[in-house]
């Protein structure tokens, strides 16, 4: 039987083709994955706006 695992939360966005390509550009810059690069970013704005986040 298999197991049952949660799926964790995800958020989708819409974007433009350019914006696509840019999010691409800069993860792939940056040596990471799209999804990794967003998560990145908003650690970076909540601690810039002093906002906690968990570890």
């Known amino acids: 039987m298999k ?3 949660t799926r ?3 958020i989708g966005i819409q974007v ?8 691409e550009a800069v993860a792939k810059a940056r040596g990471t994955k ?3 690069l967003m998560k990145i ?3 970076d704005e909540a601690r810039r706006l002093g906002i906690s ?3």
Not at 16 to 23: C, G, N, Q, T, W
């Open 41 to 43: 970013l908003m650690h």
């Open 16 to 23: 433009e083709a350019e914006e696509k390509e840019l999010f």
């Open 3 to 5: 197991a049952d695992k």
């Open 8 to 10: 964790k939360p995800q």
């Open 53 to 55: 986040t968990p570890d």
């Open 34 to 36: 799209v999804a990794s």
